[in-house]
């Protein structure tokens, strides 16, 4: 049983986060549009989403399963990266809006996963940022900071 309480522990943890998602996502003011998605859609389908993964995981770690080992070393230098994409892309969002703070966060997490592409991810980001954002606060109605973008197209 004491090889089994950390992975069911991360399984319990895993359900937690997603029963919090759950109940926030329950408290979050708003109707559903005609086409039946509302803000709490999302945040529902991803708290469901970790719930269902916290309980395989759980059950999988009772029975004793492992996931296979990765073959080679952890490659070093991925987290810094990473973290320098999110934390500047919050640091960003406002200013310069959603759709280059995610290029921002899609270049440096490329980079951290061993890419060395800076123009050719830079512009695949700006335009999943775009796409994003076109999705998500002209189609849907979610407030994004659009930053340049709502110089060429404004809100009406």
Do not use: D, Q
Not at 92 to 120: D, Q, Y
């Amino acid at each position: 049983m004491g090889e089994k309480i950390g992975p069911l522990l991360l399984g319990v943890g895993v359900v937690g986060l997603g029963l919090f998602v759950l109940i926030g996502a329950g408290t979050l003011a708003g109707e559903a549009a005609h086409t039946g998605v509302g803000p709490r859609t999302f945040p529902m389908l991803i708290g469901a989403g970790l719930v269902v993964l916290g309980v395989a995981f759980v059950i999988a770690a009772w029975r004793g399963l492992e996931l296979p080992a990765t073959e080679g070393p952890a490659r070093r230098g991925v987290l810094p990266w990473i973290l320098g994409g999110l934390v500047g892309g919050i640091a960003i969002v406002e200013p310069l809006g959603f759709p280059l703070a995610a290029a921002w966060v899609f270049t440096l997490s490329t980079r951290g996963f061993g890419s060395r592409r800076w123009a050719h991810n830079a512009l695949i980001g700006v335009a999943l940022g775009v796409l994003v954002y076109v999705v998500f606060a002209r189609a849907l109605g979610v407030t994004l900071p659009g930053g340049p973008i709502e110089t060429f197209w404004p809100r009406t």
